[in-house]
């Protein structure tokens, strides 16, 4: 019975072959197809269930910082304690009764800083979506903390440039570009380094002060030269050494605001028309006026500094909320732009301006005596201090007797106006006059200079006026044996006008917008000639007139971006200049620190 079964299978496996083949097969993927359904559904469950974990633990740490910024915002939601007021006894107040009424203060408006909206807490808001609850409670949070930070900087900057009780530091750094027309040649381009100086602050005490200033030079200029550039000046390029060299430094014994005279002794630009050494202090422009770049002179000096009547002993004015001038062109652009890039702000407490004491009004007549030592190149061997400079002002300032909270509109008031003339024995000393002419010093001599200078200003408007000139004439033989006889002399007058005004500016021109006019000129100044290398020369020029027209903006405290256009005239072509108009065009960007 077996054998035959047996002989049935293989005689069916020998007709039908294939079919045992296949049936294996067939089995084996039945089996297989509901695994694979099974493993990409658990993958599928596996992937839910982890999106769904990563969104619990992302509501978790939502509901956790929700429920941090709606504790902290609990906590410093805190109403401030009233301000306690001691009443005053009925014999103090009947003791005041009969004192003299206090004087006017003036104040400018209060300025109410605006408040953060507090994070609404209410039922309705908790309904909210979560992110928007979150946003909104970010936003206060940040400006809380930039708050926080702005107070604590303020806390830390009270001490302001001090480096210590009696030493503080400030300075300037100023970025040039230019492209300036010559009247000789081509057009010239340049970015350069205008000006970089360290200036350290001495304050020993009241009657003991001093300052102490250094300055790059490049070291190719003709006063002191430590390249190959040679002292009379030629269209040779020269090669300088770079070095920090000290320009100005001074000590002065006394306090005019409380004793009438007092001693200076230092290295400094003598009291000669407006120039005080400090030229983005003298004037708004990029430029520099024909008075200063003809006559300012700078030496070793000692003397004595008046100032009459002293004011007399009082308390401290009261303190003044001064309006912040905000700027109006550049700053708004580029923060205008920046938000179109994409860039969001941190939001800002604002706080109240801190009130302003302003100090005493100076004695309204002032003046100096000081005495030096001229150059050998002038009298050769002298032994003697032997060079005088004086000076004589007088200063006053008013504002119409008006409260100044109501001159906001005012175009004259309130107003300031300092004059002074200065006399000095030796006018061929100012570095221009003294680096020029070398060659013929020796045969020039002495010559006495006086000077006479305004500076003003009225509401928005700032005026300065000055002419310096020498009263006596300088004789000599040129390199070319003709004989000259000069009396130099130069003036100029500017006009400034400060956008966004208000009263209690003390300084047009120190921040916010402002655009500036000014025309200098000169006389006997068309130069001399000499001979290098067998060709004639000219030297010891100026142009014939001078106009600057200045635009600046302070974008940021400390930072000032200014542009000019300035046009030089030279003399005519008779008197041996060559007739020809130079324009120029300056850009400036200046850091204060």
């Not at 440039?161 to 057009?187: C, H, M, Q, W, Y």
């Not at 000046?233 to 001074?250: C, E, K, Q, S, Y």
């Not at 008075?291 to 070793?300: A, D, G, I, L, P």
């Not at 001064?322 to 702000?345: E, N």
Request: net charge neutral; hydrophobic share 40%; aromatic share 10%.
């Amino acid at each position: 019975m077996v054998e035959s079964a047996v002989r049935g299978w293989h005689r069916v496996y020998g007709e039908y072959p294939f079919i045992f083949r296949v049936v294996p097969a067939l089995f084996s993927l039945v089996l297989l197809v509901p695994s694979y359904a099974a493993a990409a559904e658990s993958e599928d469950v596996a992937a839910l269930r982890r999106m769904l974990g990563e969104l619990k633990a992302e509501n978790r740490k939502l509901s956790g910082r929700l429920s941090a910024l709606e504790g902290a915002s609990a906590t410093r939601r805190v109403k401030p304690a009233p301000a306690r007021q001691r009443p005053a006894s009925a014999a103090t107040a009947a003791a005041a009764a009969p004192t003299v009424a206090a004087p006017t203060v003036i104040v400018a408006p209060p300025v109410a800083p605006p408040v953060l909206p507090e994070p609404d807490l209410s039922e309705a808001a908790a309904k909210r979506p979560l992110n928007a609850r979150i946003r909104e409670l970010e936003i206060g949070w940040a400006a809380q903390e930039n708050a926080t930070r702005q107070i604590i900087g303020d806390s830390l900057s009270k001490t302001g440039p001090k480096i210590n009780s009696f030493l503080s530091l400030s300075g300037v750094i100023e970025g040039l570009a230019s492209r300036t027309d010559s009247f000789t040649g081509p057009a010239h381009e340049n970015l350069s380094l205008g000006t970089a100086e360290l200036d350290f602050d001495i304050k020993m005490s009241d009657w003991l002060t001093g300052a102490l200033v250094l300055h790059f030079d490049k070291g190719t200029g003709a006063i002191f030269p430590t390249g190959n550039q040679p002292v009379v000046p030629t269209n040779i390029a020269g090669i300088g050494v770079d070095r920090f060299t000290l320009d100005r430094t001074h000590v002065l014994v006394g306090d005019l605001m409380q004793f009438p005279i007092a001693a200076r002794f230092g290295v400094e630009v003598l009291h000669f028309g407006t120039s005080t050494g400090v030229a983005r202090l003298d004037t708004l422009s990029i430029g520099t006026p024909l008075t200063t770049e003809v006559f300012e002179n700078r030496q070793t000096a000692g003397g004595l500094e008046f100032a009459w009547p002293t004011p007399p002993r009082q308390p401290p004015p009261a303190p003044v909320v001064v309006p912040r001038v905000s700027p109006l062109v550049i700053a708004p652009a580029v923060s205008q732009l920046a938000r179109w890039l994409g860039y969001t702000p941190l939001p800002e407490r604002p706080f109240r301006p801190t009130p302003v004491t302003f100090p005493f009004d100076p004695p309204p007549f002032y003046g100096s005596v000081m005495t030096y030592r001229g150059s050998d190149s002038i009298i050769p061997g002298r032994t003697k201090i032997d060079d005088y400079n004086a000076s004589l002002g007088f200063r006053t300032r008013g504002h119409c007797g008006v409260p100044y909270d109501q001159l906001t509109n005012s175009l004259i008031c309130p107003w300031t106006f300092d004059f002074h003339v200065d006399y000095d024995t030796s006018v061929f000393e100012s570095r221009f006059l003294h680096s020029s002419y070398l060659p013929f010093l020796n045969q020039i001599g002495r010559i006495p200079g006086v000077a006479a200078s305004v500076k003003a200003s009225f509401g928005p408007f700032a005026v300065v006026g000055e002419v310096n000139a020498a009263i006596q004439d300088a004789r000599f033989i040129d390199g070319l044996g003709i004989a000259r006889n000069m009396m130099p002399m130069t003036w100029q007058a500017s006009i400034a006008y400060q956008f966004d005004w208000n009263p209690w500016i003390t300084e047009i021109g120190a921040q916010g917008n402002f655009i500036s006019v000014g025309y200098s000129g000169s006389q006997d100044m068309a130069g001399v000639s000499i001979l290098q290398n067998g060709i004639p020369t000219r030297i010891g020029f100026v142009p014939q007139h001078r106009l600057f027209l200045t635009g600046g903006e302070w974008v940021m405290d400390g930072l000032k971006v200014a542009v000019e256009y300035s046009a030089n005239w030279d003399y005519p072509v008779s008197v041996g200049g060559t007739g020809k108009v130079a324009h120029g065009w300056f850009g400036l960007i200046q850091l204060n620190f």
